[in-house]
C-alpha cells in the first residue's frame, strides 16, 4: 500500500520569506513523487516530479522539492514567497512497481498556504 | 496544446438521479482518470482508462462508472445519486498512465446533489 502524509493543514509566511511545505510517503517499492497546486474553484496544476535521478528537482513558478529516501520526505520548497504562492498544495505518490499504480495517484490531504503582504 | 476540457462545469442533481460528466483530454493522450474531490475525503481515485479498457479501478461502489471512446475521450456515470456524492469530480489524463507519467488535470465539474 502507498500513502502520503501532509502534517501542516496551514502553513502561513509573509512575502518575501522561505516557503516549505512538508510531504512524507510510505510505499513498498521505489517511488515517484508529484507535486501540485491547486487555486480556488480550479483543477490541480502540475509543478514539479521526482521520478529519478538529482535529489533536487526544480519545477514551475519558482518551486523546487528535495527527496530524501533516509527520511522518505519530499518537501517542497521557494526561496521567496509570494501573495500569488497562496493555495492549496498537495503531495502525490506512486510505488514504480505496483500493479495498482496505473493511472492512480495517492494524495496527501493538502496544506493550505497562505502568504502575506 | 489544449488542455483537459471537462464539461459541464457545475450540475445540480437530486437524491435518486443519474448524471454523466464528459472529459476530453489533452491531444494524444491516452491515458485518463478520474478522482472525486471533497472536504472530507480529500482526492479519491476512482478509475483509469486506457484504450477503451478500465485498468484500475478504486474502492468506490458500483454506482460509479466510466467508459472510453475510441478518440480517448472519457465519460463517468453516476447512478442512483446521494447526498454523499456532491463533489468536484477531476479529470485527469497522459500520455499512457504509467508510472512515470505526469497527469494533467482539467478544471472539474462541481457536482451538487440535493
Known amino acids: 500500500a502507498q500513502s502520503v502524509a501532509q502534517p501542516e493543514d496551514q502553513v502561513n509566511v509573509a512575502e518575501g520569506n522561505p516557503l516549505t511545505v512538508k510531504c512524507t510517503y510510505s510505499?513498498?517499492?521505489?517511488?515517484?513523487l508529484f507535486w501540485y497546486v491547486q487555486y480556488p474553484n480550479r483543477g490541480l496544476q502540475f509543478l514539479l516530479k521526482?521520478?529519478?535521478?538529482?535529489?533536487l528537482v526544480k519545477g514551475s513558478y519558482g518551486f523546487e522539492a528535495e527527496f530524501n529516501k533516509s527520511q522518505t520526505s519530499f518537501h517542497l520548497k521557494k526561496p521567496s514567497a509570494l501573495v500569488s504562492d497562496s493555495a492549496l498544495y498537495f503531495c502525490?505518490?506512486?510505488?514504480?512497481?505496483?500493479?495498482?499504480?496505473?493511472?492512480?495517484?495517492?494524495f496527501g490531504a493538502g496544506t493550505q498556504v497562505v502568504v502575506t503582504p | 496544446k489544449a488542455g483537459v476540457t471537462q464539461t459541464p462545469r457545475y450540475l445540480i442533481k437530486t437524491r435518486g438521479q443519474q448524471v454523466t460528466l464528459s472529459c476530453s483530454p489533452i491531444s494524444g493522450h491516452r491515458s485518463v482518470s478520474w478522482y472525486q474531490q471533497t472536504p472530507g475525503q480529500g482526492l479519491q481515485f476512482l478509475f483509469e482508462?486506457?484504450?477503451?479498457?478500465?485498468?484500475n479501478k478504486g474502492n468506490f461502489p458500483g454506482r460509479f462508472s466510466g467508459r472510453q471512446f475510441s478518440n480517448s475521450r472519457s465519460e463517468m456515470n453516476v447512478s442512483t445519486l446521494e447526498l454523499g456524492d456532491s463533489a468536484l469530480y477531476l479529470c485527469?489524463?497522459?500520455?499512457?498512465?504509467?508510472?512515470?507519467?505526469?497527469?494533467?488535470f482539467g478544471p472539474g465539474t462541481r457536482l451538487t446533489v440535493l
Open positions: 521526482y521520478i529519478t535521478g538529482d535529489n
Open positions: 482508462y486506457f484504450s477503451e479498457t478500465q485498468r
Open positions: 510505499v513498498s517499492g521505489n517511488p515517484y
Open positions: 502525490a505518490v506512486r510505488d514504480a512497481y505496483s500493479a495498482d499504480s496505473w493511472g492512480k495517484l495517492q
Open positions: 485527469a489524463s497522459s500520455p499512457t498512465g504509467q508510472s512515470t507519467d505526469t497527469q494533467y
